[in-house]
């Protein structure tokens, strides 16, 4: 199963607890308060969705949401191909 950046950021914003219009790709993960626990979170619920396993480990130095969403939506995609 595919996932959409529309899919992902509603993830992201229930899981973070932030208002989903404030989600802009140019964001810092750090401005917008998204924490190590709320990735760790994400991805527990990326794993549980879309039967993908995503370390956090495995998951390159990123700053913003754009980077994040771009990585993700990679991983899934092609595990999903």
């Known amino acids: 199963m595919k996932v ?3 899919q992902l950021l509603d993830m992201i914003a229930e899981e973070a607890i932030i208002d989903r219009a404030t989600l802009k790709r ?5 401005d917008l ?4 626990l709320d990735v760790i979170t994400l991805l527990f619920e990326l794993e549980e969705k879309f039967g993908v396993v995503i ?4 998951m390159p130095a ?4 754009g980077e994040m ?4 939506m ?3 995609n092609a595990e999903a191909a």
């Open 69 to 72: 969403v771009d990585y993700l």
């Open 4 to 6: 959409t950046e529309a």
């Open 74 to 76: 990679g991983r899934i």
């Open 55 to 58: 370390e956090e480990g495995d």
């Open 33 to 36: 308060g998204i924490s190590s």
């Open 62 to 65: 990123m700053t913003t949401l």
């Open 26 to 30: 140019e964001a810092t993960l750090g």
